[in-house]
């Protein structure tokens, strides 16, 4: 069974950082692409970053360049977002999903529950 589970959400001001992570069982990560999604109330969840099966190329959403990082841990099976120079509008619902190939989020078929991250002073 496909599970994610998000961890290292929390509140932290303006400028600061957060990692997230994501471990993944009943899988493995050479053979999906991971992406990392966002979400606020009354708006559309929103790609944030993607990490490819086997080549292990990334993307970024344009907004959080120079500021995010993804990366994976095929040891460990986890898969981390490391978020610096944090703003307020970072503040979001975060998933981590699973997919064949990184794309939009409706062609990613198992995800995380979510973990919420709230930047603000």
């Known amino acids: 069974q496909l599970q994610l589970v998000e961890s290292g959400g929390g509140l932290v001001q303006p400028g600061g950082s957060l990692r997230l992570s994501c471990a993944v069982s009943?899988?493995?990560?050479?053979?999906?692409?991971i992406g990392w999604f966002r979400q606020v109330p009354r708006k559309e969840r929103e790609g944030v970053s993607c990490?490819?099966?086997?080549?292990?190329?990334?993307n970024y959403r344009d907004s959080v360049k120079g500021r995010f990082t993804i990366s994976r841990d095929n040891d460990k099976n986890t898969i981390y977002l490391q978020m610096n120079s944090l703003k307020p509008e970072d503040t979001a619902v975060y998933y981590c999903?699973?997919?064949?190939?990184?794309?939009?989020?409706?062609?990613?078929?198992?995800w995380g529950r979510g973990i919420q991250v709230t930047v603000s002073s």
């Open positions: 999903a699973a997919g064949v190939a990184c794309g939009p989020s409706r062609s990613f078929r198992t």
């Open positions: 990490i490819s099966s086997r080549s292990g190329d990334t």
């Open positions: 009943g899988f493995t990560l050479d053979n999906y692409a």
